[in-house]
């Protein structure tokens, strides 16, 4: 059971746009612990995608991006492209578990 | 450019150890937090370890808090884990990764990831 609740799998048609929601609570994301996500594909190292709940990192496309509100954060990936299908995870920090950081489930993108 | 290679990966049996390698390169690695994550085989991402750029403070996660050691070389720009006592469920791809300055530290560069299998 992980700290960060995410959806296992969502799916969208090429062009579309998807939602992936990550849950936490008032030890995490609602303490006001940035959110951040990364891209993983299967057998390479996952990728970076959005830090401090909105950011998008250098070489990151406008497609992506990131919100916070309250206890819990999405990320939006619009135009959706085959090579987009992958695992997503959120991660942010738990007050309740020292120096720790915490990984939602991972969400399974299929396109 | 950043670079992380891991070394040390294997099969070992339960209750064996392990010391893996993440050998730096392409930054300042003396300047930066590290961490290490492991992902079981069919399951997500799971944060192990963290030890702080001077490596005078390391944190770890309850699944593996009095087995597990964390170090650093900041001579040779090389991150350690030790595992001991190893049990069938630490069976996972361990990865290195470095932690950012970007707000709220993310992880920004990662470790091509190395297997451990603890079977008998």
């Known amino acids: 059971q992980s700290v960060l609740t995410q959806p296992p799998s969502v799916s969208g048609a090429p062009g579309q746009r998807v939602t992936i929601s990550c849950i936490g609570s008032?030890?995490?994301?609602?303490?006001?612990?940035?959110v951040h996500w990364y891209q993983h594909f299967p057998e390479t190292a996952p990728k970076l995608l959005i830090y401090g709940n909105t950011n998008r990192p250098s070489g990151v496309p406008d497609r992506f991006s990131g919100s916070k509100s309250g206890a819990s954060a999405s990320l939006v990936i619009t135009g959706l492209q085959a090579e987009d299908e992958a695992d997503y995870y959120c991660?942010?920090?738990?007050?309740?578990?020292?120096?720790?950081?915490?990984f939602g489930g991972g969400t399974k993108l299929t396109v | 450019e950043v670079q992380l290679l891991q070394s040390g990966g294997g099969l070992v049996q339960p209750g064996g150890s392990l010391k893996l390698s993440c050998a730096a390169s392409?930054?300042?690695?003396?300047?930066?937090?590290m961490s290490w994550v492991r992902q079981a085989p069919g399951k997500g991402l799971e944060w192990v370890s963290i030890i702080i750029n001077s490596g005078s403070d390391t944190y770890y996660a309850d699944s593996v808090k009095g087995r597990f050691t964390i170090s650093r070389d900041n001579s040779k720009n090389t991150l350690y884990l030790q595992m001991n006592s190893l049990r069938a469920e630490d069976t996972a791809v361990y990865y290195c990764?470095?932690?950012?300055?970007?707000?709220?530290?993310?992880?920004?560069?990662w470790g091509q990831g190395t297997l451990v299998t603890v079977s008998s």
């Open positions: 392409g930054f300042t690695f003396d300047s930066y937090a």
């Open positions: 991660q942010s920090y738990d007050m309740n578990l020292s120096g720790a950081k915490v």
């Open positions: 990764a470095k932690e950012s300055h970007l707000y709220g530290d993310p992880l920004d560069y």
């Open positions: 008032s030890s995490n994301i609602g303490a006001g612990f940035a």
